[in-house]
T-cell receptor, first 112, second 110 residues
């Protein structure tokens, strides 16, 4: 089944404790992206990756890092999480930029 | 600056009562406009992609249209299972980013 998977689905952590949210797709997509979704603010793009060689910032990259060592994986790293990073996070992928993105099921993060 | 505005924020319809959702956009050059449906606690689910003004796409009770300034998602004779948040997103030329609107929460009452 073609899909985007994220792990973990739920995570509670404390301020400053490094964490990684994994994202994997099995559709051989070139473009991958991370979003956060907050009430009243909608989906905002954190980082995107055109392919394994190109990664760039979205609109809200502060406090986040990403890595694209393989085509199928695009982990999101929070080196020192803070409470304002409490949010619902989505990973998405598309065959290329400008084409339809397919979203993962989401990761709900609470930073205490 | 690229911008996407959706209206209304929320909409309540009776079953069978047709209506339209609006997505207005300001971009330097539209490369694609996307409609998604999102159920509570789930990831957005793709509905339509529109690339040029005048384009229309249809799927069951939904029809999406596109002009140079806005897109409409028309819902004909909605059913309670159409209740969800509908999201609009754009991709503009000169960027590799996507900009999403804040969505329209649709509730269809039986």
């Amino acid at each position: 089944e073609a899909q985007v998977t994220q792990n973990p689905r739920y995570l509670i952590t404390v301020t400053g404790k490094k964490l990684t949210v994994t994202c994997s797709q099995n559709m051989n997509h070139e473009y991958m992206s991370w979003y956060r979704q907050d009430p009243g603010l909608g989906l905002r793009q954190i980082y995107y990756s055109m392919n394994v060689e190109v990664t760039d910032k979205g609109d809200v990259p502060e406090g986040y890092k990403v890595s694209r060592k393989e085509k199928r994986n695009f982990p999101l790293i929070l080196e020192s999480p803070s409470p304002n990073q409490t949010s619902l996070y989505f990973c998405a992928s598309s065959l290329r930029v400008r084409e339809t993105q397919y979203f993962g099921p989401g990761t709900r993060l609470l930073v205490l | 600056e690229d911008q996407v505005t959706q209206s209304p924020e929320a909409l309540r319809l009776q079953e069978g009562e047709s209506s339209s959702l609006n997505c207005s956009y300001t971009v330097s050059g539209l490369r694609g406009l996307f409609w998604y449906r999102q159920d509570p606690g789930k990831g957005p689910e793709f509905l339509f992609t529109l690339y040029s003004a005048g384009e229309e796409k249809e799927k069951e009770r939904l029809k999406a249209t596109l002009t140079k300034k806005e897109s409409f998602l028309h819902i004909t004779a909605p059913k309670p299972e159409d209740s969800a948040t509908y999201l609009c997103a754009v991709h503009s030329s000169g960027t590799y980013k996507y900009i999403f609107g804040t969505g329209t929460r649709l509730k269809v009452l039986a």
